[in-house]
């Protein structure tokens, strides 16, 4: 694919981001910036929400690791769905019924300011490091695949993107995002798709042919029984239902499309088709998994594998590396698209979450003066921007995989305090001892990752999975009940 081509693709997709944000940001105020003005309608922010749950790093991964993996994802997947029954029925009529525009002001409301402050301070912190490492690992494809042939180094890449993130956000905030996530969603599935029929034609198979394929390949397993292994049935699907229930439910960045449906309603509706559609969409990633590694065993292409574990090397590079130099040349197009928009979807609204969390749970947003509010929010905005280009550049610098995948890990672990927090606000009627939350929320995510290191010497073999962050919220939850007012 040439450098042409490839800039040609990317400059007309930026292109029409930015008139997306044209007509959607006229007469935009900071309401508008913040919550829509409360006008979106839900079957847009459901499908819009696809893009954003998955991001960049599912849109290579979850293909890949079939590999290694099979289909176990699938038992995380299923427990998504009780996590948004949870989600529906719980936490968004709270969030309506109190009129919300950060979520973390429940905690103020149930515990105290510096409950509120620790709260929205964790999500900063993990949405930070977890949009930068997204952005990271598609900016190092989109290097690969364009900014090379020019000479251009990665940092100036970065900061290319990062400004058109801006620039197509500044103004609209979340009235835009819900109609770009619309759009990049849309790109994003139909890279997919055209990615399977590519191979479909390559391999000379029919779409029954295709079904049989994968549904009696080795690769589509779902459950494991055995209770040790990290990816043991009941330790996903329950881990799926608590992930969805803090990355979607205790979110800023998701919950700020939900809350600017019109009313209670509609946003129980968007929560429902979101959560049935994207069962489907993640059977599509998955399928599109097993089809890239019978691709890769027809076209005799070796794949590395380590000798002491007996898994593949490199999973996240098998996409890419198909699309672009063993597919034709519509699907390198498409992937190219789809990896942009896959990437975008999420990075642009987290740029708008994190802007709009720091503004009103820092800054007593609520008694500025219109105009004030406008000023600050753009130094907010412009903020965040430079600290996700610093990130990235560390990331960058560090240049280590296993450094930089356990620095996403850890920010796994900032949820399980907003976990063990609003379970404690809701289950229970207790008040608590305020000025301790921090100090305890900071203790145990180092608590659970000290268990999770040594489970398997300290619990007879027994793994953690993601169920870890089960542990953490518990962890909380229970300081929180020592910490109880009497």
Same mark, same amino acid.
Request: one cysteine or more; a neutral charge.
């Given at each position: 694919?040439?450098?042409?081509?490839? %800039?040609?693709?990317?400059?007309?997709? %930026?292109?029409?981001?930015?008139?997306?944000?044209?007509?959607?940001?006229?007469?935009?105020?900071?309401?508008?910036?913040?919550?829509?003005?409360?006008?979106?309608?839900?079957?847009?922010?459901?499908?819009?929400?696809?893009?954003? $749950?998955?991001?960049?790093?599912?849109?290579?991964?979850?293909?890949?690791?079939?590999?290694?993996?099979?289909?176990?994802?699938?038992?995380?997947?299923?427990?998504?769905?009780?996590?948004?029954?949870?989600?529906?029925?719980?936490?968004?009529?709270?969030?309506?019924?109190?009129?919300?525009?950060?979520?973390?002001?429940?905690?103020?409301?149930? %515990?105290?300011?510096?409950?509120?402050?620790?709260?929205?301070?964790?999500?900063?912190?993990?949405?930070?490091?977890?949009?930068?490492?997204?952005?990271?690992?598609?900016?190092?494809?989109?290097?690969?695949?364009?900014?090379?042939?020019?000479?251009?180094?990665?940092?100036?890449?970065?900061?290319?993107?990062?400004?058109?993130?801006?620039?197509?956000?500044?103004?609209?905030? /979340? @009235?835009?995002?819900?109609?770009?996530?619309?759009?990049?969603?849309?790109?994003?599935?139909?890279?997919?798709? /055209?990615?399977?029929?590519?191979?479909?034609?390559?391999?000379?198979?029919?779409?029954?042919?295709?079904?049989? @394929?994968?549904?009696?390949?080795?690769?589509?397993?779902?459950?494991?029984?055995?209770?040790?292994?990290?990816? #043991?049935?009941?330790?996903?699907?329950?881990?799926?239902?608590?992930?969805?229930?803090?990355?979607?439910?205790?979110?800023? #960045? =998701? =919950?700020?499309?939900? !809350?600017?449906?019109?009313?209670?309603?509609?946003?129980?509706?968007?929560?429902?088709?979101?959560?049935?559609?994207?069962?489907?969409?993640?059977?599509?990633?998955?399928?599109?998994?097993? !089809?890239?590694?019978?691709?890769?065993?027809?076209?005799?292409?070796?794949?590395?594998? #380590?000798?002491?574990?007996?898994?593949?090397?490199?999973?996240?590079?098998?996409?890419?590396?198909?699309?672009?130099? &063993?597919?034709?040349?519509?699907?390198?197009?498409?992937?190219?698209?789809?990896?942009?928009?896959?990437?975008? $979807?999420?990075?642009?609204?987290?740029?708008?979450?994190?802007?709009?969390?720091?503004?009103?749970?820092?800054?007593?947003?609520?008694?500025?003066?219109?105009?004030?509010?406008?000023?600050?929010?753009?130094?907010? &905005?412009?903020?965040?921007?430079?600290?996700?280009?610093?990130?990235?550049? /560390?990331?960058?610098?560090?240049?280590?995989?296993?450094?930089?995948?356990?620095?996403?890990?850890?920010?796994?672990?900032?949820?399980?305090?907003?976990?063990?927090?609003?379970?404690?606000?809701?289950?229970?009627?207790?008040?608590?001892?305020?000025? %301790?939350?921090?100090?305890?929320?900071?203790?145990?995510?180092?608590?659970?990752?000290?268990?999770?290191?040594?489970?398997?010497?300290?619990?007879?073999?027994?793994?953690?999975?993601?169920?870890?962050?089960?542990?953490?919220?518990? !962890?909380?939850?229970?300081?929180?009940? !020592?910490?109880? @007012?009497?």
């Amino acid at each position: 694919m040439s450098p042409a081509l490839v %800039f040609s693709v990317i400059f007309g997709y %930026f292109i029409l981001l930015i008139c997306i944000s044209y007509f959607t940001s006229r007469k935009a105020d900071t309401d508008t910036f913040f919550t829509g003005n409360r006008q979106s309608p839900w079957y847009l922010v459901a499908f819009g929400m696809i893009g954003a $749950s998955l991001s960049g790093v599912t849109f290579i991964s979850v293909p890949g690791e079939v590999g290694n993996s099979d289909w176990t994802y699938f038992q995380i997947v299923l427990g998504y769905l009780l996590g948004y029954l949870v989600i529906g029925t719980v936490l968004m009529p709270l969030y309506y019924r109190l009129n919300l525009v950060s979520i973390y002001t429940y905690l103020q409301d149930r %515990f105290g300011i510096w409950s509120y402050k620790t709260g929205s301070f964790f999500f900063l912190l993990s949405q930070t490091i977890g949009a930068s490492f997204r952005l990271f690992l598609v900016a190092g494809v989109l290097q690969i695949a364009f900014f090379d042939s020019f000479g251009v180094p990665f940092e100036v890449s970065v900061l290319i993107t990062i400004i058109l993130i801006w620039l197509y956000t500044f103004k609209g905030g /979340i @009235k835009t995002i819900v109609w770009t996530d619309s759009l990049q969603t849309f790109f994003m599935l139909l890279s997919v798709c /055209i990615s399977i029929y590519i191979i479909a034609q390559q391999l000379d198979l029919s779409f029954n042919q295709v079904m049989d @394929k994968v549904g009696n390949s080795d690769y589509s397993k779902i459950f494991i029984w055995d209770w040790k292994p990290g990816n #043991n049935f009941f330790k996903q699907f329950f881990s799926g239902a608590f992930i969805a229930i803090v990355m979607t439910g205790l979110d800023q #960045n =998701m =919950m700020q499309k939900n !809350l600017t449906c019109k009313n209670i309603g509609e946003a129980q509706k968007n929560m429902l088709w979101f959560s049935i559609t994207l069962v489907f969409v993640n059977l599509l990633f998955l399928s599109l998994g097993v !089809l890239l590694y019978v691709f890769a065993e027809d076209q005799g292409i070796v794949l590395a594998i #380590n000798e002491e574990t007996g898994k593949l090397l490199s999973t996240d590079k098998l996409f890419p590396n198909l699309a672009i130099n &063993h597919f034709n040349l519509l699907a390198g197009v498409i992937f190219l698209l789809g990896i942009t928009a896959a990437a975008y $979807s999420s990075a642009d609204s987290s740029l708008t979450s994190l802007t709009t969390a720091f503004c009103v749970d820092f800054l007593n947003f609520d008694k500025l003066p219109e105009e004030k509010r406008k000023q600050t929010r753009m130094i907010v &905005h412009i903020g965040f921007s430079v600290i996700l280009f610093l990130a990235i550049f /560390i990331f960058n610098k560090i240049n280590d995989d296993s450094v930089i995948n356990s620095v996403f890990r850890a920010a796994g672990y900032t949820y399980g305090p907003l976990l063990g927090l609003f379970s404690f606000g809701l289950f229970t009627k207790y008040k608590v001892k305020d000025k %301790f939350v921090l100090p305890l929320c900071l203790a145990t995510p180092i608590i659970s990752y000290i268990l999770n290191a040594n489970s398997e010497v300290w619990f007879g073999g027994y793994i953690f999975g993601f169920e870890i962050l089960i542990v953490n919220g518990a !962890l909380t939850f229970i300081g929180l009940f !020592l910490l109880r @007012k009497k």
